[in-house]
């Protein structure tokens, strides 16, 4: 299985984007997170969904990302809005599942501009 992410770009502050994340098939699935990474600095979790449906999401994006998914399509989203410079990073999703455990998409950059 392969996650194959959209989405990315550069907007200015203030802006909205939403990034995809699509399995190559359908696959049943523990939990699924959008992670992030910034240049000098660690990954980090941004929101997570479960696949009850609950959701969570890091302290920095509460109240401005959304984490959704989208069953018919069998695809993951992450809508972003009101974005910072500080949300700068290559943005990654990952899926855990029963059959294969972790897997990573490849990541796409935003780029938040002040």
């Known amino acids: 299985v392969q996650l194959v992410e959209s989405g990315g770009g550069l907007v200015h502050a203030g802006g909205s984007l939403r990034l995809s994340c699509a399995p190559s098939?359908?696959?049943?699935?523990?939990?699924m997170g959008w992670h992030r990474q910034a240049p000098g600095k660690q990954r980090e979790l941004v929101a997570r969904?479960?696949?009850?449906?609950?959701?969570m999401y890091a302290d920095s994006v509460k109240g401005r990302f959304t984490i959704s998914r989208d069953g018919a399509n069998n695809t993951f989203y992450l809508q972003m809005n009101n974005l910072k410079p500080e949300d700068t990073a290559v943005y990654y999703c990952?899926?855990?599942?029963?059959?294969?455990?972790?897997?990573w998409g490849q990541g796409t950059q935003v780029t938040v501009s002040s």
């Open positions: 969904i479960t696949s009850g449906g609950s959701t």
């Open positions: 990952n899926v855990l599942t029963w059959s294969a455990g972790a897997i």
């Open positions: 098939r359908s696959i049943f699935f523990i939990n």
